[in-house]
């Protein structure tokens, strides 16, 4: 793994302000589930400790659907969800790779995820949340 850097990132308005900690070579996951598929969301999952709010945690909303696991944050003055805490990984943070400033990366990679069939396929991505 390379080494891991800072990249920052926000919602569309800028009220809400983050840092990921990631490789300058990522692999971004696409999911075809309903959520994912109706919002663009591209996957870049890490550990708690990776990410930082740095500005806007009052700004944010929250959306639970299904087993009402997944935290689904949404910047309530332009509706984009730039990272929440996923089901398949709550000891994590999901980033949308889309919210991300793009040239902190030297390589991107993209794999699609079958959200479609959560259930049979979400232990695959158990393991990102992990410290490495």
């Not at 909303?61 to 696991?69: D, K, L, P």
């Not at 079958?114 to 490495?132: C, I, K, V, Y």
Request: overall charge neutral; glycine content about 10%; hydrophobic content about 35%.
């Amino acid at each position: 793994m390379s080494d891991l850097v800072w990249h920052t990132g926000g919602c569309h308005c800028g009220r809400v302000r983050f840092r990921v900690q990631a490789p300058v070579r990522v692999v971004v996951r696409g999911c075809n589930c309903s959520i994912c598929t109706l919002t663009g969301y591209q996957h870049l999952i890490v550990p708690k400790d990776r990410f930082e709010l740095l500005a806007g945690e009052a700004e944010l909303t929250s959306y639970r659907f299904n087993t009402g696991v997944a935290n689904h944050l949404f910047c309530r003055h332009c509706g984009i969800k730039s990272f929440y805490v996923p089901r398949s990984n709550p000891d994590g943070i999901s980033v949308n790779f889309r919210c991300l400033l793009q040239d902190g990366f030297e390589a991107v990679s993209f794999e699609d995820f079958d959200g479609r069939h959560w259930e049979q396929n979400a232990g695959d991505l158990a393991h990102l949340s992990r410290p490495d």
